[in-house]
């Protein structure tokens, strides 16, 4: 099967930063799925890992976390799935990534593809579906009762991005928060909007000032997605008492003690806890999926794809990295068929 992967840790400008090569092709077994990949999309965690992981002396890794595709087989445990079945998952970082003809990946941590979008549509949203998901419900704990958010804020900061992009859409679909957004150019201020913010702000400038500017009472729930230790000061300022902050990116360092005085509670998501660790509940990505699948196909969320970049091959590959390290993105990147 072909497939995309590197064999040292390069600049995105290097020519061998990314490979394509030949693998044998998989074979699933226990509660894996064998599926047939037609559409990958592109994240920063694949960047940070080409950039950081070195695979061993003489070994290729193939990296990418976002797909959509058709089941071609099941191992013998399998029970959510048939062969056929279209499907759209994150999978997960312990092992091959999805930048590969043939994948395997386990079953609880896969959902049905909405049915009213193409593959590309699809594999957009996975990986930045289940940070939102886990962050808002599992993580802040926000109610999906609207009555009980009413008169409460949450404040995405990079919200243009591909997570902020999903995060947006549910907050606004299944919560009653004011949703605050930030981005820094006209095109990411527009597509937000349109995507359900509230109110835009700008993060080229201090979040609290900005705040202040539009008369915004303090924020009751804070999503920092990107440039977390950048924007910590200001994110202890214009917090709420009492408030939740949730965090993805990789800060330095942060001096959690600036939330003291207003016992304001800070949370970790990362999507990958559940599979890295296999933990009990992991079959709830599985079940978030399909929650969202549907609420694409009533409509309610739409995709995040932005740009398709071509076919899966390593120079469209490379494009999509670099776009990725240039912190410039909007929406999502995919690319499509081998
Ligand atoms: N923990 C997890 O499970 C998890 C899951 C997914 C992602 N992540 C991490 O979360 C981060 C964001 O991921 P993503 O996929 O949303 O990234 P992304 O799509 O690459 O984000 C791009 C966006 O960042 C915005 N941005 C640029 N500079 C900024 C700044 N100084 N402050 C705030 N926003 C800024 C840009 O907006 P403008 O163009 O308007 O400036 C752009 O729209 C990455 O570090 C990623 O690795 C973690």
Redesign the pocket.
Known sequence: MKAIAYRHSLPIENADSLIDIELPAPHASGRDLLVEVRAISV???DT?IRRNVAPAEGQAKVIGWDAAGVVKAVGPEVSLFKVGDEVWYAGDLTRAGTNSELHLVDERIVGHKPKNIDFAQAAALP??TI?AWELLFDRLQVSRDAGATQGKSLLV??A?????SILVQLARQLTGLTIIG????PE?GEWIKQLGAHHVID?SKPLHEEIARLGLPPVTYVAA???TD??WAAISELVAPQGKVAL???PDALDVRTLKRKSVSLHW????TRSMFQTADMQQQHQLLNDVATLVETGAVKTTLAERFGKINAENLKRAHAL?ES????GKIVLEGF
């Open positions: 994240n920063p965690v940070k990986l930045t940070t900061i990079g243009a991005g591909g997570v902020g930030t981005a820094s150019r990411t993060h997605l990107n440039q950048h924007h993805i990116d990789d998501e990362f999507m990958y990725i912190n410039r993105a909007k």
